[in-house]
T-cell receptor, first 112, second 114 residues
Framework: EDKVVQSPLSLVVHEGDTVTLNCSYEVTNFRSLLWYKQEKKAPTFLFMLTSSGIEKKSGRLSSILDKKELSSILNITATQTGDSAIYLCAVEARDSGYALNFGKGTSLLVTP | GAVVSQHPSRVICKSGTSVKIECRSLDFQATTMFWYRQFPKQSLMLMATSNEGSKATYEQGVEKDKFLINHASLTLSTLTVTSAHPEDSSFYIC??????????FGPGTRLTVT
C-alpha cells in the first residue's frame, strides 16, 4: 500500500527561525511529489518535484527531492507569523491517474 | 497561478436533502478533477476521480450512489451529496489537474447537515 509520512506532526518556532519539514514515501511507480500550504481553507500549491537533487526555490521557501532516500524536505528560512499553517506533502504515482496520496501534514506555528 | 473555484463555499442543509457542489477550473481545461474530503485536523482523503465524459472512479469505501459526480465539461465537475446525513458534514475540496502540470485546489465547501 502506498504511504506518505510527514514529520514532525507539529512544530512551534520563533519568528526568524529556520525550519525543515520532512516527507518520506513508499509509492509504486513514483511520478512526482508536491508540497502544499493549507491555512484556513483549501491547500495552495507550493512546489512540484520530479527530479532528484534539484532544489526548487520560492522566496524563503525551498524544497528538494531525494529519490534514493524516498524523501523530500521543505525548508523555510527567516520564518514569519504568516508562515503558520499546515504543510501537506502529497505523492503522485504514474498509475494513479494524477490522484494524490497525502501525508497527515505538519502543523507549523510561528510565534512572534 | 491556475485558479479553481468552488461553489458554494458554505452550505447548511437538512437531513435527507441533497446538495450539489460545483468545481470549476477557470483558466485551464481539466480532463481530470478530484474530489477530496477533509475531517477536522486530518489530511485530505481522496473520494473519487472525475474524468470528463466518463464515469467517475470512486475510492474504496466511498458510496457512488450517495456521492454523485458529474464531469460534463472540461471546466466543470459537480459533486452531489444525496440524502445527506449529519455524518456527511465535512469540508469537501475539489482539485483540477492542469495539463501543463500540477494539481490545483478549489477553496473548499463546508457542508453542515442538521
Amino acid at each position: 500500500e502506498d504511504k506518505v509520512v510527514q514529520s514532525p506532526l507539529s512544530l512551534v518556532v520563533h519568528e526568524g527561525d529556520t525550519v525543515t519539514l520532512n516527507c518520506s514515501y513508499e509509492v509504486t511507480n513514483f511520478r512526482s511529489l508536491l508540497w502544499y500550504k493549507q491555512e484556513k481553507k483549501a491547500p495552495t500549491f507550493l512546489f512540484m518535484l520530479t527530479s532528484s537533487g534539484i532544489e526548487k526555490k520560492s522566496g524563503r521557501l525551498s524544497s528538494i527531492l531525494d529519490k534514493k532516500e524516498l524523501s523530500s524536505i521543505l525548508n523555510i528560512t527567516a520564518t514569519q507569523t504568516g508562515d503558520s499553517a499546515i504543510y501537506l506533502c502529497a505523492v503522485e504515482a504514474r498509475d494513479s491517474g494524477y490522484a494524490l496520496n497525502f501525508g497527515k501534514g505538519t502543523s507549523l506555528l510561528v510565534t512572534p | 497561478g491556475a485558479v479553481v473555484s468552488q461553489h458554494p463555499s458554505r452550505v447548511i442543509c437538512k437531513s435527507g436533502t441533497s446538495v450539489k457542489i460545483e468545481c470549476r477550473s477557470l483558466d485551464f481545461q481539466a480532463t481530470t478533477m478530484f474530489w477530496y474530503r477533509q475531517f477536522p485536523k486530518q489530511s485530505l482523503m481522496l473520494m473519487a476521480t472525475s474524468n470528463e465524459g466518463s464515469k467517475a472512479t470512486y475510492e474504496q469505501g466511498v458510496e457512488k450512489d450517495k456521492f454523485l459526480i458529474n464531469h460534463a465539461s472540461l471546466t466543470l465537475s459537480t459533486l452531489t451529496v444525496t440524502s445527506a446525513h449529519p455524518e456527511d458534514s465535512s469540508f469537501y475540496i475539489c482539485s483540477a489537474q492542469n495539463p501543463l502540470g500540477g494539481q490545483y485546489f478549489g477553496p473548499g465547501t463546508r457542508l453542515t447537515v442538521t
